[in-house]
């Protein structure tokens, strides 16, 4: 789970999942993402494909219910069946798994639709990708496969960034419900039950290591502290135990079920849930030993049939790892050009880009204190960006897709910050109960340069993640399978298009900081398609790519080491911002050429965002039609 950075640099992403009673949940996310609807209700799709497809979602969400309790579906809301249990990561679980894929995508391939329902064949032709990507590289035994999740196949359950160590506590505390007596139980049965679903995860491992996969050692070392933060100081201040006393008293629940469910959810927690986390500490710790000095996928059995299978589906691309390095590296030129105009301009002329952008990231009057005041301050800084770029919607979006969904700023808890990437976006709920949240990390104040945020509040939330995020929410007559679904160079790329369209905008004509944070961010972006190719087929060491990174972009060694370290992690996600924002643009560049003076940029973003996440040749299919 989402990310995504998404869940990025300051970023990721994060996306996700559904089931269940579909028809009740469409109609309030519409009432809680758009405007008023019109007089007359938009009629359902001729072509009948809705129900087999949701049909397909609803088994696959019965091997993966944390994606359904992360989207809020109707079956892990309110003490649903899927809200009690973890994913099965035991061998034999990702076998089901990958055997549901399978099942799903052999019988969503005889669904067909007439020749004039453009409608539903953009749906039937998005369901073919979400379950090829799923698929695409299922003959290869290790790891960890998510149809639904920016991240892809993962070579490694347990990393410093992300697995069930992470991501379900994560959930637990912020989006599974805690809303009655009922979503208590299960929240509480859900924690009893970590002993058993540890077990399985500490067997996967094993698993993995038999298949000779094995995590690069640094990779393992970063993930211990993230386990020991899990297991440190007394129960009643566990982050865990804090979401369930503020989250149920924000619900109104009664004070002496809250006080029992308190003290049920505690023993748990020492008991069952602390144990087995110590058990996977433990044996992480035993693998640290045989952990892999090479950072790249290529020293992993099939690894390099792995990374070509992710630059397909994380990427959206058909290009070789050495095409992609080589236009990284165009990009890095072309950027770099520019930020030194922007910097001589200045008067910066000593020095490297990098030294030059690092010495503006360090000077004091860029930064905001080293204090909860100054971390306060920042938090009201990034709402502001985000309400005056809500105030533009109307020259960004056609009327009828401008969103209402708020959006939540919060910190990044403190428990999992250190391994964690500097931001994220998590999306609203499917019902439009729970908002979108943009997660900043504030662990080192020295890292987040006043500069930099305009870019990264655009990127996460307006017009970026949130907006996209918001108006795919309000499809509600489309299929679960859709709505659940993620392409992450279509959403990571649309995001990195909105840091550009904002420029675009006008919003940096008076803070040429802010377009020099801009330009930072995007060369970050580049450096990217150089960095996680290097690595993953070129065969760098994590200090090379360390030293590329750092010493093109200028950007604070804390956060350098911590992406090139999500990067040996994800292989391939970090290629879908900058592959994702240039196929945007060349398509929005053949459609201002096809369409002359009847070429708007406002219908242009509606064709792009209109249906919802899917690959980037049908979005050029479906923006330059007619």
């Not at 550009?500 to 020099?516: Q, S, T, V």
Request: with cysteine.
């Amino acid at each position: 789970m989402s990310p995504v950075d998404s869940r990025e640099a300051f970023q990721v992403h994060a996306e996700s999942t559904r089931r269940g009673a579909m028809t009740l949940i469409g109609g309030s996310a519409i009432a809680a993402c758009l405007p008023s609807a019109p007089s007359t209700a938009k009629a359902p799709p001729p072509c009948p494909i809705r129900v087999p497809l949701d049909t397909i979602a609803e088994r696959l969400l019965e091997h993966t219910p944390e994606t359904a309790v992360y989207n809020g579906v109707a079956d892990a809301e309110i003490g649903g069946p899927l809200s009690r249990r973890l994913d099965d990561y035991s061998p034999a679980g990702e076998a089901a798994w990958r055997a549901a894929l399978a099942r799903a995508q052999a019988d969503a391939s005889p669904l067909s639709c007439g020749p004039d329902d453009r409608l539903g064949q953009i749906r039937l032709d998005t369901a073919a990708a979400i379950l090829a990507n799923a698929t695409r590289s299922a003959s290869i035994p290790y790891g960890r496969i998510n149809a639904f999740n920016f991240s892809g196949h993962v070579p490694y359950l347990v990393t410093q960034i992300a697995g069930p160590h992470i991501d379900t506590p994560n959930a637990m505390q912020a989006q599974q419900s805690l809303a009655t007596p009922q979503a208590v139980d299960a929240w509480i049965a859900k924690l009893d039950s970590f002993p058993a679903a540890f077990a399985a995860v500490i067997e996967k491992v094993r698993a993995d290591e038999a298949a000779g996969s094995v995590p690069p050692k640094v990779l393992i070392e970063k993930t211990l502290p993230v386990l020991d933060a899990f297991l440190a100081g007394p129960e009643a201040n566990h982050p865990l135990i804090a979401a369930l006393r503020s989250r149920t008293d924000a619900a109104r629940l009664d004070a002496s079920f809250r006080a029992k469910a308190e003290e049920r959810a505690v023993l748990a927690l020492r008991k069952r849930a602390r144990p087995a986390f110590q058990r996977l500490r433990d044996h992480m710790a035993d693998l640290l030993p045989r952990g892999r000095d090479e950072a790249g996928l290529w020293a992993q059995p099939d690894g390099e049939a792995l990374y070509a299978a992710n630059i397909r589906s994380l990427g959206d691309s058909p290009l070789a790892a050495e095409d992609i390095h080589a236009l990284g590296l165009t990009e890095v030129q072309r950027i770099s050009t520019e930020m030194e105009q922007l910097l001589r301009q200045r008067g910066l002329v000593r020095g490297s880009i990098g030294e030059r952008m690092d010495s503006l990231a360090r000077d004091p009057a860029n930064l905001f204190p080293d204090s909860d005041d100054g971390r306060a301050a920042l938090l009201d800084y990034l709402r502001s960006l985000v309400h005056a770029m809500e105030a533009r919607y109307p020259s960004i979006l056609p009327d009828m897709l401008i969103p209402r969904q708020p959006l939540e700023i919060r910190r990044m808890p403190i428990a999992t910050e250190d391994g964690a990437p500097g931001g994220f976006y998590d999306g609203p709920s499917l019902d439009g109960s729970r908002p979108g949240t943009y997660w900043i990390n504030l662990r080192d104040m020295n890292a987040v340069a006043k500069f930099r945020l305009p870019t990264l509040s655009y990127h996460e939330g307006v017009p970026g993640h949130h907006t996209q995020s918001c108006i795919a929410l309000a499809l509600g007559e489309a299929p679960l399978l859709l709505r659940i679904a993620s392409f992450n160079a279509y959403q990571e790329g649309w995001a990195l298009y909105a840091e550009r369209l904002a420029a675009e905008m006008g919003a940096y004509r008076d803070d040429p900081l802010g377009n020099l944070g801009r330009l930072q961010d995007e060369l970050f972006r580049a450096v990217r398609l150089v960095v996680d190719t290097g690595i993953h087929a070129k065969r760098w060491t994590r200090g090379q790519a360390v030293a590329f990174m750092s010493g093109t972009t200028g950007v604070t060694n804390s956060r350098v080491v911590a992406e090139i370290e999500r990067y040996m992690a994800w292989p391939a996600q970090a290629l879908g911002y900058k592959l994702g924002q240039l196929r945007l643009l060349e398509i929005r560049e053949k459609q201002m050429l096809a369409r002359g003076r009847r070429f708007s940029r406002r219908a242009f973003h509606g064709a792009v965002l209109g249906n919802g996440a899917m690959p980037l040749d049908l979005v050029e299919r479906e923006a330059l039609a007619g």
